[in-house]
């Protein structure tokens, strides 16, 4: 198994990468030698990975990341980079790897504290792997003063370094920077294809994946985790019952509260099960004895931690509200499809009869309204206004149609 058989759907991607990866090993043996360097190449310092929610785009990025660092004897045989099982590609893939550093937003924001010991390490050398590789996951949330420190690490890389950035789109990244970087943009697979991958790497049975890749209109993380997570199907099906449960402004506000009550709940999850964990291991690392008081001058080390901490939490209830608002989106848009009698796969069949009936009970400008109103719940989520606030304000957009 090669580390391109997670991609699904991506097979002109993945051949690029191949390439890429290639004559990125043309490169190296050339270094190695001291020998003239490939002229034309088809590896580059910086890549920009693009693709719509859903499609894999991280999961690419590390993918090629493994590749580059593929250790596999077979290589020098010809085999495709990317084996999947040597120490390079494994390592890589877990993310343990010493020379593949991977940069995520922990709260709405990269801020540029988290880029400075990434950008300073991405002017050295490989400690033990073929290429000093940086993994940006969420390029988008860079801000002014961390895409900064990014622009000036890609405008003049070091010669075994390479950057992969990850965004939804292009027009996510800042020109200067885009400039300077190969682009990929990857498709949101198929639901055949998505429903394929759950029978063959997941164990699931066909009917439950394609129920499953149809639900979430071939996303593979949401679609696993529906073929896979009880919690998840259930949470989907409440937020499915919603359309029926705002036709009222009581209702509306109760739907509103739980909604964001059980994003919050999400958030907690998450909190209980690595916080404690995290502290406790960096008072160990800071000296303090079990139990005891901490060493004098380290309590802002543990206070920068809580506030990276509340970030995350922060981040993950809006994580959790945004799957939320795309599976209303879904529901309305096969409400939509129904009253223009549209030929388009109905995605949430098993809520056929809530369907129908918001259906022929409302008017397509309706729907198309409710629909904006989601997206606009999106847009004030983003602008950081609370969370409550936010979705009562969409429900009772829903509830006026």
Avoid at 46 to 67: D, H, K, M, N
Avoid at 139 to 165: C, D, G, H, Q
Avoid at 374 to 391: E, F, H, K, T
Wanted: glycine share 6%.
């Amino acid at each position: 198994m090669t580390v391109w058989d997670d991609l699904v759907g991506q097979e002109k991607v993945s051949e690029q990468l191949t390439t890429a990866a290639r004559d990125a090993d043309a490169f190296v043996t050339a270094a190695a030698a001291a020998g003239p360097l490939p002229e034309a190449s088809s590896m580059t310092h910086a890549w920009l990975f693009t693709g719509p929610p859903g499609a894999g785009v991280t999961q690419t990025a590390r993918a090629f990341a493994a590749a580059l660092q593929c250790v596999s004897p077979d290589r020098a045989l010809g085999g495709v980079p990317g084996c999947g099982f040597c120490d390079g590609c494994h390592t890589a893939l877990l993310g343990t790897h010493a020379d593949v550093s991977t940069v995520s937003a922990v709260g709405a924001e990269i801020l540029v504290r988290d880029m400075r010991d990434t950008v300073r390490k991405s002017f050295t050398s490989p400690a033990n792997g073929r290429w000093q590789i940086i993994l940006v996951e969420d390029a988008e949330r860079l801000n002014e003063k961390s895409a900064n420190a990014v622009l000036k690490a890609v405008e003049e890389p070091a010669p075994r370094t390479v950057w992969m950035l990850c965004a939804p789109s292009i027009e996510d990244v800042l020109p200067t920077i885009r400039s300077r970087c190969r682009h990929l943009n990857l498709r949101t697979p198929s639901v055949d294809a998505v429903a394929d991958m759950l029978v063959r790497r997941e164990g699931i049975e066909p009917d439950v994946a394609a129920a499953a890749a149809r639900a979430t209109q071939g996303h593979v993380d949401h679609a696993r985790r529906l073929a896979t997570d009880p919690a998840a199907r259930e949470r989907r099906a409440a937020v499915l019952k919603m359309p029926l449960r705002v036709e009222d402004v009581g209702g509306a506000l109760r739907a509103a509260q739980e909604l964001v009550d059980a994003a919050a709940e999400d958030a907690k999850q998450l909190a209980d099960e690595i916080e404690t964990k995290e502290t406790e291991e960096l008072k160990a690392a800071l000296g303090a004895a079990q139990g005891g008081r901490l060493p004098r001058g380290t309590a802002g080390v543990i206070k920068d931690l809580e506030a990276d901490q509340k970030r995350r939490r922060t981040r993950t209830q809006r994580n959790s509200l945004d799957l939320a608002l795309t599976d209303l989106t879904a529901f309305y848009r096969d409400v939509l499809a129904l009253q223009l009698g549209s030929r388009v796969a109905i995605a949430n069949a098993d809520a056929q009869d809530a369907l129908d009936r918001l259906a022929h009970g409302s008017s397509p400008e309706a729907t198309l309204r409710r629909i904006e109103a989601i997206a606009a719940c999106g847009d004030a989520l983003d602008r950081n206004v609370p969370p409550l606030l936010a979705v009562e304000a969409m429900t009772m957009a829903l509830r006026a149609g």
